[in-house]
């Protein structure tokens, strides 16, 4: 919704709703939707906090620090951060930003899921995650390029009841067994962003 | 007071004070309420900086990083970044999510210390931490379950005065001499939150 | 313009112009100037990816991590993010928060760079950073003292709201500008909308 600049009101005039419409009711609107700090966290590659079993191994690039992901063990990576309590129950959206080892065509089928550590009610020594979301995207045109691949979330169960102020972790993982993942090569996962929809 | 969504304005309407009320009076209550909330900064364990001794040990629980504070004597962990430019002067609040490493019972007496960065008056080569604040908090009823404890710090000698765009460090205590630091064994800390008061 | 506490509205009053205008119009100003998420990034010197060729040096200074910038060869760190989708176009600053090693008068030379990341068409197998910007900016009056210094952003390489991307920071230690001695320690930096 554009914002309008506040109109100065004036004694004796006839006011519409039109002129409410737009100076009241649109203007709140806008104010609304950029009043909040909308949660938003970026994870590099050196982020990953590599699980025990079948971590994603890191690598660089041209010096650019990576994670691959291989095309038919299943392998994962973990993130942890903190969604800021100005999140306000709008739903989650991951982005991952990759590309392909080698490969110029064919699919790499991503799974990502949220482990949501709450205050003073979940133990930290059980993780529960969240349902698994995937994307299945095509690689870029040409070895090198990223793409990047974008996952959401509903607010409540789908992403693991997972609320503002609460501990989080991110874990991503290439199904490089599943039928749509066709890409030959490893996946390299280079940037991951969580931020509220 | 929660948000309304707003209303649309009909020609030929009574304006009435309760819509007025909810929709502009209430709804701007609930933005100025918000609008300020911007800041927020998110330390993980990984981003310590551990230059005093005895330094804070790293560590793992279930594969969650984190810093092991001990019961014997006082150790610290130091964080370091820019206060964003959001920052409106209401003060810091710093959040600590932890946990006891064992079962058991009893409190911890954690301390936050801010030594601000003022550009050609600081320097660097010498240590100038405010003063700190201290904050008990008791174990949680099982070893495991995050706490989070909070620190509310006035702007000005509180946080050593960081403005706005000055870079700072945050350092974080576990006083274990402090008379009201009774828990035995490790204290776990996992994430460090910065936000606006 | 102040934010004047919203006022109860009562039914059948008079809504004059000069209620509608503070309690609305100078309301909704007053928040209007204080909403939206301007991206505000910090990197600290050990988010440094160092590159191939003339990185600069890690150093600790008093427990500080610092990238050192050599006098007489020019020195390069690199940082690396995603600019929020929050960005509004309004363009970027660099501030480059720094100090002396040693000197306690002249001036340093800072360039930075930008090289935008967009999707299926930059390769990251080549750099590909964007035009020169820079600033030169005197040293502080005592070695260990910081500098803030804003390095204005006029060549952006095209990055985007969303978009992945890296900053090159160096010292131009070789241009006639820079006449600060010693090394020039970097201990921050932050990149922003402005």
Known sequence: MAWTTPRTWVTAEVVTASVFNTHIRDNLEDLFDRAHTKPNLTWLATSNEPPAVDPATPVFRNTHPLLNF??????????????????????????????????TTNAVKWDVDIDAIASEGHDIDRTTWSPVQTVTDTCASASGELIMSTLTYTHGAAMGGLLGGDMCRVRVARDGSASGDTMSGDAQL??????ET | MPWTPLRTWTDGDQVTAAALNTDV???????????DQRLF??????????????????????????????????????YSSVLPLAYTGSGLVVELYWTPADAGTGTVAWTAEFESHTEDVDNLASDSFGAATTVTDTVPLQSGIIKRVRFVMADGAAIDSVAAGESYRLRIGRDADHAEDDMAGYAQLFRVVVREG | MAFTTPRT???????????????????????????????????????????????????FRNGHPVLEFDAATAEIAIFSGVLPVSYS?????????????????????????????????????????????????????????????????????GLLAGESFRLQVSREANHAADTMTGDAQLLKVVFRET
Not at chain 1, 70 to 88: I, Q
Not at chain 2, 55 to 75: I, W
């Open chain 3, 89 to 157: 176009a309004g363009g970027f600053l660099t501030t480059v928060y720094w100090m002396a090693a040693s000197a306690t008068s002249g001036d340093v030379k800072w360039n930075v760079y930008i090289e935008a990341h967009t999707p299926d068409a930059d390769d990251l197998d080549s750099d590909s950073f964007g035009s020169l910007n820079t600033t030169t900016a005197t040293t502080a009056s005592a070695a260990g003292e910081l500098m803030q210094t804003n390095v204005s952003i006029t060549s952006g390489d």
């Open chain 1, 190 to 195: 280079y940037k991951v962003v969580l931020r």
């Open chain 3, 9 to 59: 509205w009562s039914a059948t009053e008079t809504v004059t112009a000069a209620i509608m205008n503070t309690h609305v119009r100078d309301n909704l100003t007053n928040l209007d100037g204080r909403t939206g998420t301007k991206p505000f990034l910090v990197w600290l010197a050990t988010a440094n990816q160092p590159p191939a060729a003339s990185a600069a040096t890690m150093a």
């Open chain 2, 25 to 35: 009076r209430d709804n701007m209550v609930w933005l100025d309420n918000r609008v």
């Open chain 1, 70 to 103: 291989d095309d038919a063990t299943k392998e994962y990576a973990l993130f942890s951060g903190v969604l800021a309590p100005t999140y306000t129950n709008g739903g989650l959206t991951v982005e991952l930003h990759w590309m392909a080892a080698t490969a």
């Open chain 2, 41 to 78: 900064q998110v330390f993980l364990p990984q981003a310590v900086q551990s230059p005093f001794s005895p330094k804070v040990l790293p560590g793992r629980r279930n594969g969650h990083a984190c810093l092991f504070f001990q019961d014997e004597f006082t150790t610290y962990a130091v």
